[in-house]
């Protein structure tokens, strides 16, 4: 305990963390990479992995919908539809789909992923900023959710309500404009943000009531008022302007033409130690005390939540290829950086990524925490998962762990320098003490990372 402890010096805040809480991810994480490492998994010719604890995906998934049932009157459909976005693997989609949890895709693609993955139309839901006329044409012939996210959009669903009959349940996404959070580019619903109706523009508000009351057929209201850097508070006064406004519309309708409020998603994840915090349990008592109403059976519910479900179950294992120093800082040049982790490297300041120390065998790492820098193989200088931060000296041979990289991290591959896409393993108990690892990707070969950069047209631009 003590040694694993000592790894993660990038711990910042630990208060009010309960031991049990803690260490559960923690030591299913330790067993996790000494066994990737004893049945190799990772090696010197495979230096970089990502790993996703089962376990922990499917506690995530039973505590979200444990949360919202113990706050809604019985009988209340309620659909939590993961934002596919936050980890787009097919696997992925159809464990939670086992575990209750549908789909929230925005583009042709996530659509694809949740269809491969067996998530049926009734429990997908479409947004995104720029849907094309065939991918809406496409969603409301399979009877997908549907948001507009503008008037224009709104106008292209207009025809195709006209020219066929759809099973989809249709709605509007509207921007409360409550305000943003710490992270500026995961801030939805700032005065200017590009998503939805901007509900408190001039005129807007009175043309989304009068939007619906047009259109018999609009029976969802929809928001998304940030991810990550939210307070909590802040977004459930997103909710509760959401909620008003449709109690406003129904009213004018002089019936329940709004059925069902989508909330959105976007609670935020603790990168800084194992707890999770804040707890789905919070931030639905949050809600059912901020927005009296809101789960009182009126209104069917759909919530899009991504990265609070997997970004704590997933982790990427990179092989310290070289140690060395430079003005005195030691460097540990390992196989992970700007490919896996982008937005760290990029954005170090807004996302700080816990990095553990193991040994050759995979073993955590205890000793002296000394202040290094933990590089990535890419080649320029920014390529970096932490940056003086004090961990046990890494040496050459030995493993770090980038924590918490579950959602928007190693799914979200980023090309430079063709650097691979790096095989993703789920694990779980083996009933005899050890772990199990399944495939959930596979890792891109080269023949792969040819064809995709335009191989197969080797010589036509000399034909030009
Ligand atoms: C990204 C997104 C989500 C999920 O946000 P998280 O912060 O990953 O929970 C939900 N809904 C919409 C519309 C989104 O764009």
């Known amino acids: 305990m003590a040694g694993r402890m000592a790894a993660y010096t990038g711990d910042t805040d630990t208060s009010g963390e309960t031991p049990e809480a803690a260490s559960d991810g923690g030591a299913r994480r330790d067993e996790a990479v000494r066994a990737a490492v004893e049945q190799g998994l990772v090696d010197p010719d495979t230096p970089i992995i990502g790993l996703l604890d089962i376990t922990g995906i499917r506690s995530s998934a039973a505590a979200l919908r444990t949360a919202f049932e113990a706050v809604v009157a019985p009988g209340t459909p309620v659909l939590h539809a993961f934002a596919v976005k936050a980890t787009p693997l097919v696997p992925v989609l159809r464990l939670l789909h086992e575990e209750g949890i549908g789909a929230e895709v925005a583009s042709a693609g996530e659509l694809a992923l949740a269809r491969a993955a067996g998530v049926p139309p009734s429990r997908t839901v479409l947004d995104s900023p720029a849907k094309t006329p065939a991918e809406l044409r496409e969603a409301m012939a399979l009877g997908i959710a549907v948001n507009a996210d503008n008037p224009q959009e709104l106008a292209r669903i207009d025809g195709l309500v006209q020219s066929a009959t759809t099973r989809s349940p249709l ?30 523009d001039g005129g807007a508000r009175e043309w989304v009531v009068r939007a619906y009351l047009d259109r018999p057929w609009l029976t969802r209201l929809h928001a998304h008022s940030g991810s990550q850097g939210m307070p909590l508070e802040l977004m459930a006064r997103g909710v509760a302007e959401t909620y008003g406004l449709a109690e406003e519309i129904n009213e004018r309708a002089g019936r329940r033409q709004i059925d069902t409020l989508d909330i959105g998603g976007g609670l935020p994840v603790n990168y800084a130690s194992d707890t999770q915090s804040p707890t789905y349990a919070e931030y639905a008592r949050l809600l059912d005390r901020t927005v009296p109403g809101l789960f009182d059976g009126r209104y069917g519910l759909v919530t899009e939540f991504g990265r609070s479900l997997l970004a704590k179950h997933g982790v990427v294992l990179a092989r310290v290829e070289y140690a060395k120093t430079a003005g005195g800082r030691a460097i540990a040049v390992t196989h992970a950086g700007v490919q896996v982790a982008a937005r760290t490297v990029y954005a170090p300041a807004s996302w700080p990524l816990r990095v553990g120390a193991y040994d050759a065998k995979g073993h955590p790492k205890s000793g002296p925490a000394v202040v290094q820098n933990v590089a990535g193989p890419a080649c320029f200088a920014g390529d970096l998962l932490a940056e003086g931060r004090a961990l046990p000296l890494l040496e050459q041979g030995d493993y770090a762990a980038a924590l918490d990289t579950g959602a928007y991290y190693f799914a979200h591959h980023y090309a430079y320098n063709s650097l691979p896409r790096p095989g993703i393993y789920g694990f779980g108990p083996d009933g005899e003490g050890g772990v199990r690892f399944a495939t959930v990707r596979t890792p891109q070969t080269l023949e792969e990372i040819v064809a995709e950069s335009g191989g197969r047209h080797a010589g036509r631009l000399s034909e030009l």
């Open 171 to 200: 709605g509007l996404r509207v921007n409360p404009q409550v305000g943003g959070g710490s992270i500026e580019a995961l801030s939805t619903a700032t005065a200017t943000s590009k998503f939805g109706v901007a509900l408190r």
